[in-house]
Structure formats: structure tokens, C-alpha cells
């Protein structure tokens, strides 16, 4: 599983495409059979790390560089999406970080 | 060259982005592009701050919150365009515009200060990354300045997120 993590509109669907290969219409935001999944962040609930590290392509927005949220709810969100990706990293063959549409591998 | 520098609020991005268009006028005429519009006391006062580090640079400040395409520069001379943020708000809240028009908008500007200059330094801003949900206009904006940024960052040839006052180069390092 390789994972893409990347802020909003840092272009991180393109830059699998066009980097890694991915086709777009393998790519979906929800947890299906399609190998490429994207917007980790929204999925409720977040889904285990063994059904994450089936897919070929995992990406997620980085959701943690803001002001921690007053609501109990989203803080644990948040922070529930930062530790998931945290545990993805350390077992996906290779993780790279988009910003403005340009990947820098950090695995 | 034409160079795009981001990061943080705070983060350096300002004075690297001086010091790299300083080095690359290396003497000649340098344009300092303001987009903030000077529209509040608090911005005038971060303007006139502004104005003042500048001071003793070489830099000649022209003030310009939109309509980048409008704009002639003196031919060979290198422009440090501050900031996208700013451009893309008032682009989009002060003149009203559509997001598609806003960055066509924004992207033919742009093209036309690279057409003149002959060395071009952008600052952008890194606001992506905070899992913020806000409301439309703000999404909007956020995803029109994202557009805008991943364009540039991918016909620029060096790209550089400052932190902490210290580059991570991100495209073109050694340029």
C-alpha cells in the first residue's frame, strides 16, 4: 500500500495519476472493491488499518495543522485520522506528501 | 527563473523570498507587487511595515490588489509578487468574481508578469492543511487558491516551502 497524504486541493489524485499510475476510475471515496481510495478523512467510521492496507493507494487529507477543535467530537476526529495515517505509514511500502500538486517521498 | 515560495503565517517565507529575488536581480530593478488592499487600518499598518523592511533593499513597491493583467512592469526587471492569498481574496470578495474567472484571471497576470520580467518570485500560502470545515465561500476560496498554486508550482521552475526561515525545496533546488 503506498499512501499519499497532502492538504486540501494539493492535487494528490493527480499526482497519483500521473506519478504513480493510478487510473482515475479506479479511484473512490468510499470503501469498496476499487483499489485506489481517497478522502480518508471524511469515511465515518474510519476504517481499520487492515482493510486500509488492502488497498494499492490510500489518500487523506491532512486535517491536524489547524487550532485544535472546542467540539469533543471533532478533536477526536481529528486526532483519530492523524494517528491512523501515522499507523499507515509505518506499514505502507512508500508515503509521499503533496503540496502544490508537486510529491515528495517521505518513505 | 520564476520561483513560487510558501509557508505558514510567521514562517520566514516574506525574507527568503526578498533575499532570493535580490539575489536573482543580482543589481538590477527590482518590483515589489503588492496585492494587500489597504482598505483597514490594520492593513496599513502591516503595509507601511512592510514598506519600511523593504527600505534600503532596492526594492520599488508598486501596489496592485487585483487585475494583474493590466499591469506593465519595466521589460528585464525581477518581480517579487506578495502575496496569492491576498490576490485570490480580493479577487474573488472585493471584485466579486466567480472562481473560474478569478483564476483564469489570476493565471493570465501571472503569465503576463512572466512575459515581462525577467525573474519572477510568487508567495503563496500554506492554509490547507488544518481540517477546517467552513462555510462555501471559504471552501471556495481555499480550492481557488489551491488551483492557482498547483498551477504555478508546476510550470515554475523551483518551488519552495519555507519553515521556521529555513527552505525545503520542493522543485529546482541549486537554481
Not at chain 1, 1 to 18: D, P
Request: proline share 3%.
Amino acid at each position: 500500500m503506498i499512501l499519499i497524504v497532502g492538504g486540501l486541493g494539493a492535487g494528490k489524485r493527480t499526482f497519483a495519476a500521473e506519478y504513480l499510475g493510478a487510473r482515475r476510475e479506479d479511484m473512490s471515496p468510499a470503501l469498496d472493491e476499487k483499489p485506489v481510495l481517497y478522502d480518508l478523512q471524511d469515511l465515518e467510521p474510519l476504517p481499520d488499518e487492515a482493510e486500509l492496507l488492502k488497498k494499492e493507494i490510500v489518500i487523506c487529507n491532512e486535517v491536524g495543522s489547524g487550532v485544535v477543535p472546542i467540539d469533543r467530537g471533532e478533536r477526536g476526529r481529528q486526532e483519530a485520522v492523524g494517528r491512523l495515517c501515522t499507523r499507515l505509514a509505518a506499514r505502507a511500502e512508500a508515503v509521499y506528501r503533496v503540496q502544490c500538486g508537486l510529491g515528495m517521498r517521505l518513505k | 527563473m520564476r520561483a513560487l515560495v510558501f509557508g505558514g503565517a510567521g514562517s520566514g517565507k516574506s525574507a527568503f523570498a526578498e533575499e532570493l529575488s535580490r539575489r536573482l536581480a543580482d543589481g538590477g530593478r527590482l518590483i515589489y507587487l503588492a496585492t494587500m488592499s489597504a482598505g483597514e487600518p490594520e492593513s496599513r499598518a502591516r503595509i507601511a511595515r512592510h514598506r519600511a523592511q523593504r527600505a534600503g533593499k532596492g526594492f520599488e513597491t508598486v501596489e496592485r490588489p487585483c487585475d494583474l493583467a493590466g499591469l506593465d512592469v519595466p521589460a528585464g526587471c525581477t518581480v517579487l509578487l506578495e502575496d496569492l492569498g491576498n490576490l485570490a481574496a480580493n479577487e474573488l470578495f472585493l471584485q466579486g468574481k466567480a472562481s473560474e474567472k478569478a483564476l483564469q484571471d489570476m493565471l493570465a497576470g501571472i503569465a503576463r508578469l512572466e512575459a515581462q520580467a525577467r525573474h519572477l518570485v510568487v508567495v503563496g500560502n500554506a492554509v490547507f492543511s488544518d481540517g477546517g470545515r467552513y462555510d462555501g465561500g471559504t471552501m471556495g476560496y481555499l480550492r481557488t487558491l489551491a488551483r492557482l498554486q498547483n498551477a504555478l508550482a508546476g510550470r515554475f521552475e523551483q518551488v519552495t516551502e519555507v519553515v521556521c526561515g529555513l527552505p525545503v525545496y520542493w522543485k529546482g533546488e541549486g537554481l
